[in-house]
């Protein structure tokens, strides 16, 4: 490996060495926010549709219940 005896090159050699680790930072906790707004959104739609479907079956019984009240 070459040494660098000039104190511009020295200087540019770490900047651009800070430059990739700190884009490379940015890379990991994209992927870690995404990945968790990924799950966050899966779950409130499962939450979602659960609810959605036990409140469409109670409507259902309830109108069940009105339809056997008015026939009697």
Do not use: P
């Amino acid at each position: 490996m070459k040494i660098i005896t000039s104190k511009r090159a020295q200087i540019s050699l770490e900047l651009g060495i800070l430059l990739m680790v700190a884009v490379t930072v940015v890379v990991i906790v994209a992927y870690y926010y995404l990945t968790t707004i990924k799950t966050s959104g899966e779950t409130v739609n499962k939450t979602i549709t659960n609810a959605s479907t036990t409140y469409s079956e109670k409507i259902k019984d309830i109108a069940n219940q009105l339809s056997n009240l008015s026939n009697k």
